[in-house]
């Protein structure tokens, strides 16, 4: 149990209070919205066992709450994350205009990490799917327009971010190995190709 433990996914949320967060998560994991819920006080930890491309794979979603209150989080809220959801409110422009100090925060302890970014909430105003949100741009982030109340694009933020935390986790062993074989090809004396068997006297040693 504990080797399983160490190797789950991290998959961290962010954003003012009240943008949905829990509401979010309890869309994705329980499939269900119940209208009227106090802010979250203190940190809930989700466990779930999805399959990845023909592996289980165990995640740990981690949500905590009343970030407002606080203004920024406990550094090890952000500790060996994999992937964020970084969340506003259609509703609440002050919501999106924070944005940049949460992803600032985000890149001190998490200077890599996959970041997808939600703009929760367009059942309440679904003309706000057709604004220009440049902060996603800006940095380069996936944006998705989506409702925890009725659940549009739910499920493919999530499975999103469940994919790009389990290639974040992966990416280094496979980078280094990339790395290795560029290496070895680029040096002249050892050719990955190269199925002579040497009965030739002309190579220069
Ligand atoms: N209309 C609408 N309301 C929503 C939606 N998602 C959340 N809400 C409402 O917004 C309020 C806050 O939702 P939460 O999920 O508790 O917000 P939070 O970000 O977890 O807030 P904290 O725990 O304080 O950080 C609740 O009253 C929800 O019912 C949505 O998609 N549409
Ligand atoms: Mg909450």
Known sequence: MADKKRDALKII?????????SKLMER??????KPHQDSTYALTLHEREV??????????????AGQERFD??????YHGAHCC?????VTNPATYLQLSQWYQELRTYCADIP??????????????????YTFPIK???????????????????????ERAANEYKNAVPTDVYRNVLELLKDDDGF???DDDDDDDDDDDL
């Open 13 to 21: 949320t962010l954003g003012n209070s009240l943008v949905g967060k």
């Open 28 to 33: 994705y994991l329980m499939d269900e919205y």
């Open 51 to 64: 399959e990845i491309d023909g592996t289980m794979v165990s995640i740990d979603y981690w949500d905590t």
């Open 72 to 77: 920024n989080m406990h550094p090890s809220y």
């Open 85 to 89: 959801i970084l969340v506003f409110d």
């Open 115 to 132: 970041c997808l970014c939600a703009a929760n909430k367009i059942d309440a105003d679904p003309k706000m799917t057709k604004k220009k």
């Open 139 to 161: 940095h380069d982030l996936p944006l998705y327009f989506v409702s925890a109340s009725d659940g549009t694009n739910v499920v493919k933020l999530f499975q999103d971010a």
């Open 191 to 193: 050719d990955l190709n």
